[in-house]
């Protein structure tokens, strides 16, 4: 079972950017922790992080046949990513929104998601455990769904 991890603008400055909001953990931390649990769960990861909206498209169209699921942070793209939107509608497989913050208890604008409509879930607010409970839930989705 292939998982897509993908990451959006700026959280390649995790353990910098407002730790006081996400943390300590850099990127290549949660990336540690989420390759363990992938052992545990016998499942492969593929990691991606880009800044720019076209890359995490090109992402998801590059993988449309040959991946079971995806974990999205699409962080800056939340509010406004349509094409990005637009492409996970098209996938032929799950993609479930993570968030290390609670996006509905800081600024108001935050709360909304153009993204979330196009997922089958969302898992935020549990810092790095984010991942790491959405792609247990991603497994156990996809293992159910195979029986």
């Not at 969302?122 to 497994?139: E, F, M, N």
Request: proline share 5%.
């Amino acid at each position: 079972m292939k998982i897509l991890v993908l990451n959006g603008p700026n959280l390649n400055l995790l353990g910098r950017r407002e730790p006081h909001i996400y943390g300590s953990m850099t990127l290549a931390d949660v990336q540690k922790k989420l390759e363990q649990l992938a052992k545990e769960l016998k499942v492969e990861l593929v990691f991606f992080q880009s800044n720019h909206e076209g890359e995490l498209v090109d992402m998801l169209h590059k993988h449309i046949d040959s991946a079971d699921g995806a974990l999205l942070n699409p962080a800056g793209l939340t509010q406004f990513g349509v094409s990005l939107h637009d492409a996970i509608k098209t996938m032929p497989f799950p993609v479930i929104e993570v968030h290390i913050s609670n996006r509905h208890a800081r600024e108001h604008w935050r709360g909304h998601s153009i993204i979330s409509p196009a997922v089958r879930g969302t898992v935020q607010g549990l810092g790095p455990q984010s991942y790491l409970a959405a792609l247990r839930g991603l497994v156990g989705l996809l293992r159910d769904e195979s029986q």
